[in-house]
């Protein structure tokens, strides 16, 4: 396997390291590659407009799309864009680690996707879903809680962890093509004790041992849906 | 009302910013004040991290609710986010006004959350949801939408708007005590013609002017959960 980890930590001994360490360690004991994009290591910069380009197809009028569009004609994103987009065609595994902030990705890494995930390349034309460009990979989130596990079940003060996660499994991940792994989350680490992280680490290795090996995340194909309304054909289901 | 709009768009002339411009003239046409943080123009910085704060608490590891509580503390926040700080409690209405961006907020918008909704200042300590600090506000996001509405609906291909905005409703502004408003969504805006841009303006113009009047979206209160374990008392409800 090529695993591609993007992580989204400004504290290198935080738990989030832990996890990614974890990663690298067993995957690589195990013969498959890793590539880490540390965000804050690399100092990315997550705000998406004309600096993701060294062209400019209409300089009047910035329609990003457009633009993305342009880019991936004439192989023009900006270098630091370019070096993510062959990390991410290079790999079958896409992991994101990061804490959940806010209920979603933390700024920087949501400013990774919409700069990296560029229309033309990433996806458009009809390619999403499972016809999208990603299809055959697949991606999982690693993400750790302040809150504890019982604050994220679907009877939960705030909601239930899958739901919180929809958004990112299903309109990132699953978007693109990629077949979306259970996410591995680690529930408020920051309270627990060294042995409870200790277990979190060890659950953690076992998911990545079982990589090949888990189903995904089952969601309807694009032919469960009308043309053009995009509605299901048959919501009973 | 004092009115604060946080706009996330990197194009003048895109239709968020009509809607901000309708925003700005239809509140002040009607004696209410208004400010507006435009994240682009304002060059804002999404990367949390030790910029947020001009004190240091814990040199050798950064936990940033600690940062956060000392700086609380200490008034000692980075003046990009004591400015965003203060709008915030000066507001009674906040608005966000952006593009759904891969079914969320735009990585600029999402990492103005994370530095400027601190803990201390603006949550922690049991100050969350209808205890939160901000209580007795509104909150309404005000966005647009690559996609068709039949795509966002129940049982539509990318799932129901209310789920995709869940996290962000509930988990930042209820979160922090706002009494959330239903979401004005413009779908499809650059697909549609003039007229539909047109009536999209007039329906804000309408939602703005009915402000004070909406219902804001119900959820459980903190009292319908079991305090530690935070589930619900009776599910059935």
Known sequence: MKVFI???????????????????????????????????????????????????????????????????????????????INKLFWCNVLIFQFPLWWFGLPGILKG?????????????????????????????????????ETMYSPTGLNGDINNILFPINHGIFRFVGFDVLPPFVAYAVARGDEEQRRAYLEQYRQRLLSLETTLPIQYPSLSDYESGTFQLKNPAI
Chains 1, 2 share one sequence.
Request: charged share 20%.
């Open 112 to 148: 990774w996707v919409d700069r990296v995930f560029a229309m033309g390349i990433i996806y458009g034309g009809g390619r999403f879903y499972d016809n999208g460009v990603l299809q055959g990979r697949k991606a999982m989130l690693s993400l750790t809680t302040g809150g504890p």
């Open 6 to 84: 993007v992580h989204a930590h400004h504290e290198r001994q935080n738990f989030n390291a832990a996890l990614t360490k974890v990663a690298y360690q067993t995957l690589t004991e195990q013969g498959h590659s890793v590539e880490i994009s540390d965000l804050y290591g690399m100092n990315f910069d997550p705000v998406s407009d004309r600096r993701n380009f060294i062209t400019v197809k209409n300089p009047d009028y910035f329609k990003q799309q457009e633009e993305e569009q342009y880019a991936t004609q004439m192989h023009s994103f900006s270098a630091d864009i370019q070096a993510e």
